[in-house]
């Protein structure tokens, strides 16, 4: 029976290359010729000198275990591609153009940026045998210390270098599934840490002023109003169209695809809601047909203006306002995380911190002098 071994060969600077060994020789499809060994292109510390050392050495060892023990299985079912060079010749840029030709709607953006991002550090000539856990490193400090590129003069904030950076550890994981990478760099790297950043929305009172304010715009209006009352991304706005729109009065709901997620959503919305989208047309035809993203910042700086309300808001702030007075009005928050679409109710909960602050502020504003 063959049989696969875990072996390390000797580097540089107190360091040891991981192998493995096949007993008996397998063919490498390329070459025709009996081999023994495959490198995996990783190293661990000979002598571990402090902690993180030893976590390398501990998280690489097993790492590469598990694809000993997945080459292991792949040999007794007699496949031997994973070996081929001219596969792990192939451009890894042009790989990930792909990927990110099947993303769709306002997500399929920030696919692209990550894109371009990964040219501009590695250039269009990446080969997927050049990827290694060393260059996934360089290439993180790199997204969160570089300037911006395009017309970007300042460098992208941690959460969007977070955004990038996982996008390009997803198309490493999709790309060792199929046997393009002999090393999983997805479980070898470490994600960017997510920082909690200021999230503006509106109170109760600003949301009725915008409502009682005239907009320059009355499709971005009706399109941001929407939202506030649905909480709707600014995607599955654009995107809705009237055959998604169901039900009767008291008892409408949405029955569409998030765009980010792709889930497929159930949502009940108010009349209130539904006032908002005019007069029905044919299913195909989209709601708010001709709303434009690059047009939606101008529109609401001048109504926000205009309505005497000096928070920055975003067209994705009308989501955080839905979430935010869904709370306070004591819903609670496994519902607003489905009304969401949330895979996770982890990801509603920074709306109860945003809560629990304005309670604090509303707790202070009575005081008495003694």
Known sequence: MAKVTLRRKGISKGRSSLFLDYYPAIRHPDLGKLTRREFLKVYVFDKPRNELEKMHNRDTLALAENVRALRQIEIQNKRF???SDSKRQGNFIDYFKKIVNKKAGSNSDNWSMAHRYLISFAGKDLRFSDLTDIFCE?????????????????????NTALSYYSKFRTVLKTAFKANLLSVNLYNLTEGIKEQETHRDFLSLEEFQKLADTPCSDMLIKRAAMFSGLTGL??????????????????????????????GAEHLPVSDQAISLLGKREAGDFKVFRGLRYSQVKAYLNKWMKKAGIEKNI?????RHTYATLQLASGTD????????????????????????????EAANRIKLIF
């Open 138 to 158: 360089d290439y993180r400090d790199y997204l969160l210390d570089t300037p911006g590129i395009g017309r970007r003069e300042k460098g992208i904030s941690n």
């Open 314 to 318: 975003t067209f994705h702030s009308f």
């Open 81 to 83: 591609d994973f070996m």
């Open 233 to 262: 991304r600014f995607s599955d706005v654009k995107s809705l169209s009237w055959a998604e729109v169901r039900g009767t009065e008291g008892k409408h709901y949405l029955q569409f695809k998030q765009d980010k997620t792709q």
């Open 333 to 360: 928050i496994y519902t607003i995380s489905k009304m969401l679409g949330h895979r996770n109710v982890k990801t509603t909960e920074i709306y109860v911190k945003i809560v629990d602050d304005k309670k604090i």
